[in-house]
């Protein structure tokens, strides 16, 4: 078990390493005060609660942050999980120290109506504290590194629910913030749980072609240093393996199997000036053969992270490819620490710059009127994406998602050309506003006094949030009227594609509770965020399926019970010794073949009902099937008869979930996973795309009852673009 001496210890050295002229007495006295909070908490593995803060510090010290940060890693936990306040913690140890205390801490679910919205606030509490000091999101980034390292004492769905939270938001937030060290150990321990028999065989291949590798590495670095040494280039130069989790993405990306990949190798060459770099990259192409296309020079324009090198790749006399990175020493130092690497070179920057931090206030203004999950979207499209950086005819550079188009670049420079553009030219010539941009294009927009605003393609057009963003601001303002007809009219074709029964939104006891479930007073209201695009039918549709379909099986129980059907007491059905046929009991029917009717899959719990059919004894069906909806027709009713569930049933139930889903790369993989987890023995599962980026995957799989098959689809709705579930046929 690992102790708290080992730990202080630990922290102690680093920070003499790193930052001899830090202030030890605050330090301990911060130790002191946290280890007295905490004294009563253990950790997973029963070790004392203290030895995370102080991990969490050592991690700030790592990064070369000031005093004031490793107080607040030191007492991050101390507000949110004692009974320390923030006013204690900033007499004690000053203002700064407090708020960044209170930045890192999480605000309380008890007022927010679903895990979803508690996230979203607590993401924007982060990053309205990160627009005020940069240090909050540090603190943070290291408190999620150090429990990512420390995985293995969770249990296995919160392994999984923290690393798919880790590959989202925290080591994309790395990436952009130019932490590209801890980027890569935040993405390596997440795969080791997410896919573990993939990460596994990685780590076997790597482990086993070891000795090779590291030859052909110092082969490669030897040439390089011997070249550079030879025209008096002082350097420094290493070969590494690429990380297991680019590895990884690679092989997905490529469909590949690992032995096939070869562009798994990457050598730095680390020189003390810039004329140096660019020195070196032309020696690199005298000794290798260039790679067309590959060459990307990240010095002159370093990408918005701050980030600074010179990538090329290149292929040796052994036919293998390889990247080569070239940067000076204080590139190379943000390249690993990001930010944190420019705490030595700037005053004051713990304050947010006004150009570094630009996409951050971008991003708050922009989720004013988000729901949670189009706020965590937002986050993966304004800071996640990689960048395409295009040119004003100025010579402005604008830096705008991968994919973007002329109507992301008009709403990037402002709402009032994009509001009134009416065509763009790239390059000095007339382009379509759907044209992709590309590095170094030239975009100028033409727009026009009378222009009648965006048009509603337009959301389906643009690339970044802030272009779909200020477009949908545009028509909540404009248009509340035709918002209206347009989200009726979604809203009520959705319905009708998923078989639901509009009628039920009007029902006096169930529409309030879907209001309330879709966050909206009244119904026009919905149809005119629709309407506006801040809500898609969809997702407002998948919402409330489950809560309407509940409401109509009820409704149907009512019906089935008043129905002229004969209902048997339990009592007089154990006098009749009645038979249990597949965990079925039929009522007046001492002995048939029973069968579970394919259209509606029924499991244990369901509402059902029986059909005697022709030579094949009764169907099973749900009351709430189609096929039974018309049981009380005359012509039919002498052949429908009461049906139970028997009391015990060990034998499994087969079902079919099918999940509407927004396509994106892995969904499938996240399925899998998420059954697998829930240790359920799945039949089959496929997916298949739809227009529109829409995906519908279906599941065949194995249940004891509707209790576990309701689990299970909660379970589904959790992952990530999974937008709504209904029960499929067999």
């Given at each position: 078990?690992?102790?708290?001496?080992?730990?202080?210890?630990?922290?102690?050295?680093?920070?003499?390493?790193?930052?001899?002229?830090?202030?030890?007495?605050?330090?301990?006295?911060?130790?002191?005060?946290?280890?007295?909070?905490?004294?009563?908490?253990?950790?997973?593995?029963?070790?004392?609660?203290?030895?995370?803060?102080?991990?969490?510090?050592?991690?700030?010290?790592?990064?070369?942050?000031?005093?004031?940060?490793?107080?607040?890693?030191?007492?991050?936990?101390?507000?949110?999980?004692?009974?320390?306040?923030?006013?204690?913690?900033?007499?004690?140890?000053?203002?700064?120290?407090?708020?960044?205390?209170?930045?890192?801490?999480?605000?309380?679910?008890?007022?927010?109506?679903?895990?979803?919205?508690?996230?979203?606030?607590?993401?924007?509490?982060?990053?309205?504290?990160?627009?005020?000091?940069?240090?909050?999101?540090?603190?943070?980034?290291?408190?999620?590194?150090?429990?990512?390292?420390?995985?293995?004492?969770?249990?296995?769905?919160?392994?999984?629910?923290?690393?798919?939270?880790?590959?989202?938001?925290?080591?994309?937030?790395?990436?952009?913030?130019?932490?590209?060290?801890?980027?890569?150990?935040?993405?390596?321990?997440?795969?080791?749980?997410?896919?573990?028999?993939?990460?596994?065989?990685?780590?076997?291949?790597?482990?086993?072609?070891?000795?090779?590798?590291?030859?052909?590495?110092?082969?490669?670095?030897?040439?390089?240093?011997?070249?550079?040494?030879?025209?008096?280039?002082?350097?420094?130069?290493?070969?590494?393996?690429?990380?297991?989790?680019?590895?990884?993405?690679?092989?997905?990306?490529?469909?590949?199997?690992?032995?096939?990949?070869?562009?798994?190798?990457?050598?730095?060459?680390?020189?003390?000036?810039?004329?140096?770099?660019?020195?070196?990259?032309?020696?690199i192409h005298d000794l290798f053969n260039l790679v067309p296309g590959r060459f990307k020079d990240y010095i002159s324009t370093p990408k918005p992270n701050m980030y600074q090198s010179?990538?090329?790749?290149?292929?040796?006399?052994?036919?293998?490819?390889?990247?080569?990175?070239?940067?000076?020493?204080?590139?190379?130092?943000?390249?690993?620490?990001?930010?944190?690497?420019?705490?030595?070179?700037?005053?004051?920057?713990?304050?947010?710059?006004?150009?570094?931090?630009?996409?951050?206030?971008?991003?708050?203004?922009?989720?004013?009127?988000?729901?949670?999950?189009?706020?965590?979207?937002?986050?993966?499209?304004?800071?996640?994406?990689?960048?395409?950086?295009?040119?004003?005819?100025?010579?402005?550079?604008?830096?705008?998602?991968?994919?973007?188009?002329?109507?992301?670049?008009?709403?990037?420079?402002?709402?009032?050309?994009?509001?009134?553009?009416?065509?763009?030219?790239?390059?000095?010539?007339?382009?379509?506003?759907?044209?992709?941009?590309?590095?170094?294009?030239?975009?100028?927009?033409?727009?026009?006094?009378?222009?009648?605003?965006?048009?509603?393609?337009?959301?389906?057009?643009?690339?970044?949030?802030?272009?779909?963003?200020?477009?949908?601001?545009?028509?909540?303002?404009?248009?509340?009227?035709?918002?209206?007809?347009?989200?009726?009219?979604?809203?009520?074709?959705?319905?009708?594609?998923?078989?639901?029964?509009?009628?039920?939104?009007?029902?006096?006891?169930?529409?309030?509770?879907?209001?309330?479930?879709?966050?909206?007073?009244?119904?026009?209201?919905?149809?005119?965020?629709?309407?506006?695009?801040?809500?898609?039918?969809?997702?407002?549709?998948?919402?409330?399926?489950?809560?309407?379909?509940?409401?109509?099986?009820?409704?149907?129980?009512?019906?089935?019970?008043?129905?002229?059907?004969?209902?048997?007491?339990?009592?007089?059905?154990?006098?009749?010794?009645?038979?249990?046929?597949?965990?079925?009991?039929?009522?007046?029917?001492?002995?048939?073949?029973?069968?579970?009717?394919?259209?509606?899959?029924?499991?244990?719990?369901?509402?059902?009902?029986?059909?005697?059919?022709?030579?094949?004894?009764?169907?099973?069906?749900?009351?709430?099937?189609?096929?039974?909806?018309?049981?009380?027709?005359?012509?039919?009713?002498?052949?429908?008869?009461?049906?139970?569930?028997?009391?015990?049933?060990?034998?499994?139930?087969?079902?079919?979930?099918?999940?509407?889903?927004?396509?994106?790369?892995?969904?499938?993989?996240?399925?899998?996973?998420?059954?697998?987890?829930?240790?359920?023995?799945?039949?089959?599962?496929?997916?298949?795309?739809?227009?529109?980026?829409?995906?519908?995957?279906?599941?065949?799989?194995?249940?004891?009852?509707?209790?576990?098959?309701?689990?299970?689809?909660?379970?589904?709705?959790?992952?990530?673009?999974?937008?709504?579930?209904?029960?499929?046929?067999?």
């Amino acid at each position: 078990m690992e102790t708290f001496e080992a730990h202080y210890d630990s922290m102690c050295a680093t920070i003499r390493k790193r930052m001899p002229n830090a202030d030890m007495a605050v330090i301990e006295q911060a130790v002191e005060y946290a280890r007295n909070k905490h004294k009563e908490q253990k950790r997973k593995d029963g070790s004392p609660y203290i030895i995370h803060p102080l991990a969490v510090a050592e991690i700030v010290v790592e990064m070369g942050l000031d005093t004031d940060a490793i107080l607040g890693a030191l007492l991050h936990d101390c507000i949110e999980d004692t009974d320390a306040s923030r006013e204690e913690i900033s007499n004690l140890f000053g203002s700064s120290v407090a708020q960044l205390v209170d930045g890192v801490t999480k605000l309380t679910r008890a007022n927010f109506s679903s895990t979803e919205q508690a996230q979203m606030e607590n993401l924007r509490k982060m990053f309205m504290a990160m627009s005020k000091d940069i240090r909050v999101v540090l603190i943070k980034i290291a408190d999620r590194l150090h429990n990512m390292r420390t995985m293995q004492y969770q249990t296995p769905e919160k392994q999984i629910s923290k690393c798919r939270e880790t590959m989202d938001i925290y080591a994309p937030l790395a990436h952009r913030l130019g932490m590209q060290k801890i980027k890569w150990e935040l993405e390596d321990i997440s795969l080791r749980y997410l896919d573990p028999a993939d990460y596994n065989n990685i780590m076997s291949y790597l482990n086993a072609h070891k000795e090779q590798d590291e030859a052909f590495m110092n082969t490669i670095q030897n040439t390089i240093n011997q070249r550079l040494t030879s025209i008096g280039i002082q350097n420094t130069s290493y070969g590494r393996i690429k990380h297991v989790y680019s590895i990884y993405r690679k092989m997905q990306t490529q469909d590949k199997a690992i032995d096939q990949l070869y562009d798994i190798y990457a050598f730095r060459v680390i020189v003390d000036t810039i004329p140096d770099c660019y020195n070196v990259l032309g020696h690199i192409h005298d000794l290798f053969n260039l790679v067309p296309g590959r060459f990307k020079d990240y010095i002159s324009t370093p990408k918005p992270n701050m980030y600074q090198s010179l990538h090329t790749t290149v292929i040796g006399s052994q036919g293998i490819p390889f990247e080569v990175q070239i940067r000076t020493w204080e590139m190379h130092e943000t390249a690993e620490y990001g930010i944190a690497a420019h705490w030595k070179y700037k005053q004051g920057a713990g304050e947010g710059n006004e150009r570094d931090f630009e996409w951050v206030r971008r991003l708050l203004e922009s989720q004013q009127d988000s729901d949670a999950e189009e706020f965590v979207q937002s986050l993966k499209i304004d800071m996640f994406d990689d960048e395409v950086f295009v040119y004003t005819p100025k010579g402005r550079i604008v830096s705008l998602p991968a994919g973007s188009t002329p109507i992301d670049f008009a709403y990037a420079i402002h709402s009032g050309v994009g509001n009134s553009m009416i065509g763009a030219k790239v390059n000095n010539r007339i382009a379509n506003i759907d044209t992709t941009l590309n590095n170094g294009d030239i975009i100028e927009i033409l727009t026009s006094r009378g222009a009648k605003g965006p048009s509603r393609d337009w959301l389906n057009i643009c690339k970044s949030n802030q272009a779909r963003t200020k477009i949908k601001q545009w028509f909540k303002k404009e248009k509340r009227e035709e918002n209206v007809a347009h989200g009726r009219s979604a809203f009520e074709a959705e319905m009708k594609r998923v078989g639901l029964p509009l009628s039920i939104t009007i029902d006096p006891e169930v529409g309030p509770q879907l209001l309330k479930k879709l966050s909206f007073d009244d119904w026009e209201d919905m149809y005119a965020a629709i309407g506006y695009g801040g809500l898609t039918a969809v997702k407002a549709v998948g919402r409330i399926r489950d809560d309407i379909n509940r409401a109509v099986k009820a409704q149907a129980n009512d019906k089935l019970t008043a129905s002229p059907l004969r209902t048997v007491p339990d009592s007089e059905a154990v006098k009749r010794n009645r038979h249990i046929v597949n965990g079925v009991i039929v009522e007046d029917i001492d002995s048939c073949m029973i069968k579970f009717a394919k259209c509606c899959a029924p499991v244990p719990g369901d509402a059902i009902i029986g059909f005697i059919t022709k030579g094949f004894g009764v169907s099973v069906h749900r009351c709430d099937c189609p096929n039974a909806a018309h049981r009380d027709d005359p012509i039919q009713s002498a052949r429908w008869v009461r049906v139970r569930w028997a009391n015990e049933s060990a034998q499994p139930f087969e079902t079919t979930l099918e999940l509407d889903c927004i396509t994106r790369d892995g969904l499938l993989l996240d399925v899998a996973t998420t059954m697998t987890t829930a240790r359920v023995r799945v039949k089959e599962l496929f997916g298949k795309d739809l227009p529109g980026g829409k995906s519908i995957f279906t599941v065949k799989f194995e249940v004891a009852d509707v209790t576990e098959l309701d689990a299970i689809r909660n379970k589904l709705l959790n992952i990530r673009d999974v937008v709504g579930s209904r029960r499929g046929q067999n």
